[in-house]
């Protein structure tokens, strides 16, 4: 995603600010996905009707190019247009929370739970139509039914191949915060995809204890201010490991190709804090002025078309739509566990705290 180095950097801080509900004054993020269309098939399990011609407003945190690719094949279903403001999705939801019923925002996608149940803790989003959550597990979405899970991304740990075996991978993040590992260590602290595995070492282990593995890991990494400089750090060997999102490595392979790729996933063991496969999700915006066209953009992705091309897109996440699958995955989703129920994940306020008290961010 074009941007994200300079965007992580701030993310997590922005997301505490939207979970504590404060209205700090946001610059909107610039870019619009291209509208044209990409398909001559204009059949579509979420038909334009009379929506046609109407434009709607999303609020983008996902990838960008997949997104782009997804408003054009909607707009060529559906006769919708949709325009894109792609950014962080911390800074799209407190921007949200800012401009409140004023926001031009009918639609919020976001990568992780956190940011989606921030606004709907605060009352901000519509339920989501039948259609769309009905198009994906229930577990995957809302428990309340304000937002849909669209597709699914699984933590790992990225390794060095020429500095660690692939049997020496550690079976836990908890492993982690052990003194063997000083100086061997690369994090990401500030990235939203870190917090959640945070949130689940607290519901496991306790806060006191979550805060000694933080201070661990404090004491035994360096800290990178994104997950690409993260996987990019263990390729070229600075560091021998750290916790990603799989999909960060699978980009990095594409981009260096085999010869340039020293680097491999290793998946911490079933049941694990750090074995978390968590959803990106949709959610339609309560004051939006296009609820229908809104409602039929979520229904759109979580239909078979959208989520075929969520498997074969270059961000490399696992549709949730059933009967489509990744291939271009080598570890399928139905082997990495059951996906975090979103609600346990909560709104990340603990977790930021936490990292906040150790000074990791």
């Not at 769309?132 to 990225?158: N, T």
């Not at 100086?183 to 995809?193: H, N």
């Amino acid at each position: 995603m074009s941007g994200v180095v300079l965007r992580s950097a701030r993310r997590s801080a922005v997301l505490a600010v939207a979970v504590s509900l404060s209205v700090l004054a946001m610059a909107g993020c610039g870019g619009s996905g291209d509208q044209g269309s990409t398909s001559s098939d204009k059949s579509s399990p979420a038909s334009g009707g009379s929506l046609k011609g109407q434009t709607i407003t999303v609020y983008s945190g996902q990838h960008e190019q997949t997104v782009s690719t997804l408003v054009k094949d909607f707009r060529a279903r559906t006769g919708i247009t949709a325009k894109v403001r792609a950014g962080d999705e911390a800074e799209l939801a407190n921007q949200i929370l800012t401009e409140g019923p004023a926001s031009p925002a009918d639609v919020f996608f976001a990568e992780n739970p956190p940011a989606l149940t921030t606004l709907e803790n605060k009352g901000l989003l519509a339920k989501a139509g039948s259609a769309a959550l009905s198009a994906v597990p229930p577990a995957d979405s809302s428990a309340k039914g304000d937002w849909v899970g669209v597709s699914a991304r699984e933590a790992a740990f990225v390794y060095n191949t020429g500095k660690l075996q692939a049997a020496k991978v550690p079976s836990s993040v908890k492993d982690l915060a052990d003194p063997a590992w000083k100086g061997k260590l690369g994090v990401a602290p500030s990235e939203t995809d870190f917090t959640p595995i945070v949130t689940r070492v607290i519901k496991e282990e306790g806060q006191d204890a979550a805060k000694s593995w933080l201070e661990g890991l404090k004491a035994n990494s360096k800290v990178y201010s994104s997950n690409e400089d993260l996987v990019t750090a263990v390729n070229r060997g600075e560091v021998e490991g750290g916790v990603i999102d799989h999909y960060y490595w699978y980009r990095l392979r594409d981009e260096q190709g085999a010869a340039g790729t020293h680097s491999a996933l290793g998946y911490f063991k079933p049941g694990d804090p750090g074995a978390l496969v968590d959803v990106s999700g949709a959610a339609v915006l309560s004051h939006g002025k296009h609820q229908a066209a809104a409602q039929a953009f979520l229904a759109y992705l979580t239909s078979k078309p959208a989520q075929q091309i969520i498997a074969t897109s270059e961000s490399y996440e696992y549709p949730l739509a059933a009967g489509v699958k990744n291939t271009k995955v080598s570890r399928a989703l139905a082997d990495s566990g059951p996906v975090a129920r979103p609600g346990d994940l909560g709104d990340g306020k603990e977790a930021l705290d936490l990292l906040k008290s150790v000074g990791l961010l």
